[in-house]
């Protein structure tokens, strides 16, 4: 078994770093729209929506690389008839997401409840905004078994002696809460395009495995709050001709001192209308910010298959400042898949990649 000797110093650096208030994104963020924006609660023409993402990132970097996993399921209702110009709709889903990295099994769970209203702004459903909201339960835990303390050195050959630190608990729970707006332009045969802008963490929790003590001198602690995130989105579909359309897209996302911005587009080719099959290529590239300084961090190559109602993905991050031998192999995969029931594809009011 692997032996990790730490100092209390080191300990209290995971429970108060800045880094932990960020948010972990996935890569390919419309593939489970409801985390990046909850307006994107049913915003799609069908029933239903089951989505799914897996990530894996730094595999052939470290012994414990960071994975990410979320699974949404969001449900519309129209609330008008289809044939009158009320074809406003409200939805509601699910999206649970986990994620965990390092030796010390550090993980977060989280459950959202998402609500969205669509109000349609013209008769055939060509202009429509919506807003939406999130709620959610998030677990923090942390693995006490890998960790050891000078004290516990027994001067041989093991780390085996009772410590004297203090060790908080290892498992806490806080609540969440969000709310965005979205709002699309679509004419099925010339194109259109899409924006919107969402705030997570409205009550920045705190996040801090060490409770905080009204006696304690040591103020830091009621500080380890997480960071409000700050997105925004804006992109388009243009179809080139009958069987080729062009997707641009630009996210961004701020959030304390951490900013993350993506821009590309992804080739849309037909396959089959009659199955409605087609495949995507995308490549995007990927700016972060720390600090203070701007960095070009990865290049993106994307894949995705459409047949029917059913859509699967595949991304690879590579990451362009590899020359660096700490920033080598630093790279991610993700997969993702979605199905919609009774979708009919006539109006696209957020892309499914």
């Known amino acids: 078994m692997n032996k990790f000797p730490f100092l209390t110093v080191l300990f209290l650096f995971l429970g108060l770093s800045p880094l932990m208030s960020q948010d972990n994104l996935f890569t390919q963020q419309f593939a489970i729209p409801v985390k990046l924006n909850p307006a994107l609660t049913g915003a799609y023409d069908g029933r239903y929506r089951v989505s799914t993402i897996y990530r894996d990132q730094w595999s052939n970097l470290v012994e414990n690389p960071f994975k990410a996993f979320g699974l949404g399921l969001d449900l ?56 939406g909201f999130d709620f959610g339960i998030i677990q923090r835990n942390i693995n ?4 050891y303390f000078q004290d516990q050195f027994n001067g ?4 085996i002696l009772p410590t004297l630190e203090f060790l908080p608990t290892n498992n806490f729970v806080f609540g969440d809460l969000g709310v965005g707006l979205h709002y699309a332009y679509n004419e099925p045969k010339l194109g259109g395009f899409y924006a919107g802008l969402a705030i997570g963490h409205l009550l920045t929790p705190q996040i801090s495995f060490f409770k905080k003590d009204p006696n304690s001198s040591i103020s830091d602690i009621s500080d380890s709050k997480l960071n409000r995130r700050f997105s925004g989105y804006l992109g388009g579909w243009l179809p080139l001709n009958q069987s080729l359309e062009l997707i641009p897209r630009l996210i961004i996302s701020n959030q304390g001192h951490a900013f993350l911005g993506t821009i590309g587009s992804n080739l849309k080719f037909g396959l089959n209308n009659y199955n409605n099959a ?28 459409e ?6 993905g595949v991304s690879l991050d590579f990451n362009i ?27 696209e009011m957020c892309p499914k990649f």
């Open 278 to 305: 087609a495949m995507h290529l995308g490549l995007y590239s990927r700016v972060n910010k720390n600090i203070d300084k701007f960095t070009m961090e990865s290049i993106v190559g994307f894949v995705g298959f």
């Open 76 to 131: 519309r209702f129209q609330l008008g008839s289809d044939r009158g110009f009320n074809k406003d709709a409200i939805a509601f889903g699910l999206l649970f997401q986990s994620d965990k990295a390092g030796p010390l099994d550090f993980s977060n769970n989280q459950l959202n409840l998402t609500g969205a209203f669509h109000k349609a702004l013209d008769e055939f459903n060509t202009h429509v905004i919506s807003g």
């Open 307 to 312: 047949y029917a109602n059913f859509n699967v």
């Open 321 to 347: 400042n590899g020359l660096k031998t700490y920033q080598r192999n630093q790279n991610a995969l993700e997969i993702s898949m979605s199905y919609y029931g009774a979708y009919e594809d006539e109006n």
């Open 156 to 159: 041989e050959l093991d780390f």
């Open 144 to 147: 006490y078994e890998n960790i």
